[in-house]
Every structure is written in C-alpha cells, then in structure tokens.
C-alpha cells in the first residue's frame, strides 16, 4: 500500500499538480450566518423615525417575537434573559445596548458564591449585534451573546477581563496584530441520546460507528437528527455531515471552520440546538466525557494563516508558524487541560487504546492516539491540528482562550518543535528509550486537580490568559457540578 501512494505521488508531481485534499478556507471566505448587524440598527431607526436604509428582514420577518440575550458561565451553563422584540429595540437606542447583572455573576454556582466573588456591585452585559442569529430549536426567538463590562469605567476601562468572550476577543485581537497571525476553527461534536434517565439509562439503538442502522426510517432518533440539521440551517451554522458513533445511541455532528469568536458562539448555539430538538421528542442529550466506557469527545480545529517559511526541524511537513504553534502546544497542553478537560469524569478520557489522546502530550500524522493529530499533512491550504483532548463539558471560550494562548506563546517566543512526530506507533506504545529519542517527554494530567495545579503553576498561560481569570476559573471549577449530568438527571 505504502509503495502504491508513493508511486503515485511521484507521477502526479513530475505530469500534474500536486494532489491537494479537503475544502480550502480563508478567515475572508467563511461566514458565522448571523443575522446583519446593519439591518438590525435599520429597523431600530425605523421604529425611531430616524432615516436609514430600507430593511428586507427586519427580526418580525423572520418571525420573531423574543430575543434571549446569552452568556456562558465558567462551567459551561448557558443562561439568558429573553427580552422582547420591543424592549431589544428600545435598548438599542442606548450608547451601550445592555442589561444589568450582578458582578457575581460569573463566580455563582446554583445559589452558592464561590470564595473571591462579592454580592456587590453589577456588570452591565452589552449585547454583541455581530452575534444576532435565529433559534432554529425554538421558533419565534432569536439569541445574542454579550460582553460584560464595568457599568462605569475603571481607571478608563470598561472591558471585564473575566467575561470569556471578552478575553478570547482579546487574545485573537493580540494575534492578529502583534503577531500577523489569524486562526479558523472548527468542531467536531458528539453526543448521546437517550429515551429516560429515571429510573435506569437506556439509549435508543445500539447501532455501531458510522452504519445505516442508526438511522432507520421512522425512528425518533432519526427525526432528532434531521430536525438538528434543520435547526442549525435556520440558525446560519455551517453543518457540513453528521453520522453515527461508536457508543450506544451516540451521534457526531461536524461544522465549517469560523474565526474563534465565531466558532464558540456557533459551538454554544449548537449544544443548545441539541439539547431543546432531543428534549421536544421526549429524548435526553449528553454530551458527556466518559459514558458507556466511551468518549463523547468534541474536536477542535486551528489553522493558522498567513505566508510562512518552511520549519528548519519539519520542512517538508510544517512551516514555520506551524511548526512554532505545534510547540507551543506541546509546552503548554498539560495546562490548558483544566480548560479543555473540566470536570473528573472527563479524565476517563484520559486514557491509552481507546483514541481519545492518549496519555502523553505528542503529536502525530494523521493519527487518531495522539493528542494533537495533524491532518492533510501535505495539503498546505488544508492542513490543520486537530485537538483531541477537548470534550463536550468545556467552556468553548476558555478552551479556545487557553488553546491559542498556547500557540501564540510558541509563535511569540520562537519555540523550537523539539518533540519528533510519532509515527506508527503511540506515545504510549514507544519505548522509554524511544520516547526520549523523539522528545515526548510530557505525561498528561489523569485528574482534574493535577490540571488545575499545572494550569496555576504555568506562568507563560497566565500572562497571556490573566492570572485573576486563571485563579477564578480554578475556584469555581473546583465549586461547579458537570452541566451535562446536572441536564442529565
């Protein structure tokens, strides 16, 4: 097999150009589907009697009667305020279209504080109109996710250093400018459904990964798919395939690459679609790491763009932003896993043979036991890292705040990619001696309190994160319940 792809290669490089896989995008060519913010701001100067440009669909058009304005918490919990569509578009005439919060908002878990939060004083969650999409799962309403910010300015700031998207916003915003460098994204989701969770836990099919018998004609489940799909269309989500999965009545749902803020918001927005579509057909989703003995992971997606030169230690492999990235990653990964990996149950993942990641912090091509697997190796237009130790419980915001901080640190510093790619063989399946040889010389948490000392003592992660987000985000952590099993039961 070996000698017929290298054959081939040979031939079509000296008659042909070169052979190239997968769907070229660019951060110009995608586009997060939300709803224009120009047209929104002309139906507010409708309704005002202020001129502006015509409006061909205002949020009535479509629809809609209620506007959920969202946020996501440090563990993972979606919460809104549904507004009317008149009381939105009043808001709108403010300098800062918003709402009031209590400022321990992001340190309360149910109704208990955690420690370093104060009952005193409000935020004020402004409201992103780039981030105005329709809720496919729940007709007649929109959602809009905000940024918090000071209700008055502090030492002439406004911006909330620990409000998630605020922070990813600036981390990309520091990329981008300090470092010439853009990143796409993409997830990959799985999740299982369920008919009950009491008494007992029973799946709807044990149908096996990727056959046909997980979506029999008739079925609940396949409506719950094909409703999803129709949902996330509604909502403007790229969903490019879904297919069924190994686990008892598990699913994967995989969408188009968006820039990072994008790809949170649309990540959020999806869980939420699958959620409410499972919950209408009387079923339960879960997205939880570690059931059945299986994983429900989710895998992340992050390119970088931009002319680079060849890596000097991987030419023909990486370039030099790459290969810089890549080892920024393995630097940093077992940090960043109190993000990625966020409660216990999530270190049943953790785990050699069951390709999940693996143990060892390595990477490899096309290889589905590594922790950061690298796909379309010789498809420079294509080729990207796929994250593996991510899964379904994670803040998408942190996850992608601490994933990037890793990267941009390695680009930043000039790290050289001093582990060697695996090859055949895992991590785990190396030698010592061979392991050594090839650099993998990292071992990954097994636990989440290994991860969340890794990430308060990772210096280098909390200047590019903050170090007040790094040290709440471990107190709450250490507070909050999984939301899935918190859905679940």
């Known amino acids: ?9 040979h031939a079509t490089t000296l008659s042909s150009p070169p052979i190239d896989f997968g769907i070229r995008y660019a951060p110009t060519t995608v586009s997060a589907g939300t709803i224009a913010t120009e047209a929104i701001l002309a139906r507010m100067h409708t309704a005002t009697g202020v001129s502006g440009p015509g409006l061909s669909q205002p949020l009535e058009g479509l629809g809609v009667k209620f506007v959920r304005l969202q946020w996501v918490d440090f563990s993972d919990f979606v919460h809104c305020r549904v507004l009317t569509t008149s009381h939105f578009y009043k808001l709108l005439r403010a300098s800062r279209p918003s709402i009031t919060i209590a400022k321990v908002v ?19 969650l402004v409201m992103d109109l780039a981030s105005v999409r329709v809720c496919g799962y729940a007709p007649g309403h929109a959602a809009v996710f905000g940024y918090f910010q000071e209700k008055y300015p502090i030492s002439g700031r406004l911006d909330v250093p620990l409000c998630p998207r605020t922070n990813l916003r600036r981390i990309v915003k520091y990329a981008a400018e300090g470092l010439k460098t853009e990143f796409l994204v993409g997830f990959e989701t799985e999740f299982i459904l369920l008919t009950t969770t009491k008494p007992g836990i029973h799946p709807p099919n044990n149908h096996g990964w990727s056959r046909t018998a997980g979506f029999a004609s008739g079925t609940t489940e396949l ?10 269309a509604t909502s403007g989500i790229e969903l490019q395939m879904f297919h069924s999965e190994g686990a008892p009545g598990q699913y994967e749902v995989v969408m188009g690459p968006l820039p990072p803020l994008e790809a949170a918001d649309a990540l959020a927005h999806t869980r939420e679609t699958i959620y409410n579509i499972a919950s209408k057909h009387g079923m339960r989703a879960t997205f939880a ?6 994983g429900a992971r989710s895998h992340l ?20 932003h790459e290969s810089r990235f890549l080892a920024g990653l393995m630097t940093h990964l077992p940090s960043i896993m109190a993000f990625t990996l966020p409660i216990p149950q999530s270190y049943g993942r953790v785990r050699d043979g069951i390709w999940s990641g693996g143990t060892w912090a390595c990477w490899g091509d096309e ?11 010789h498809s420079p237009q294509t080729r990207h890292f796929e994250v593996r130790t991510v899964d379904g419980t994670a803040n998408p915001y942190l996850v992608l705040a601490g994933l990037i901080s890793a990267g ?16 055949e063989r895992s991590g785990a399946q190396l030698s010592e001696a061979e392991r050594a040889e090839k650099g993998i010389t990292r071992k990954l948490p097994l636990d989440v309190e290994t991860a969340r000392q890794h990430l308060l003592e990772d210096q280098k992660i909390g200047e590019v994160i903050g170090e007040e987000v790094v040290r709440k985000y471990v107190a709450v952590n250490k507070a909050s319940p999984s939301p899935v099993y918190s859905r679940l039961y």
């Open 106 to 124: 992001l340190g309360i878990v149910f109704l208990t504080m955690v420690e370093g939060f104060s009952a005193a004083g409000e935020y004020v």
């Open 289 to 294: 790491p570690k059931f059945w003995k299986w």
């Open 408 to 423: 941009i640190i390695g680009i930043r510093d000039q790290l050289a990619l001093t582990v060697e790619g695996c090859g």
């Open 301 to 320: 997606r992050s390119p970088t763009t931009g002319p680079s030169p060849p890596s000097e230690s991987h030419p023909s492999t990486l370039t030099a």
């Open 223 to 232: 409506k719950v798919l094909e409703e999803i799909a129709g949902a996330l």
């Open 1 to 9: 097999m070996n000698s017929i792809t290298e054959a081939t290669v």
């Open 367 to 377: 290889h589905k036991e590594v922790s950061v697997r690298l796909t379309n190796t």
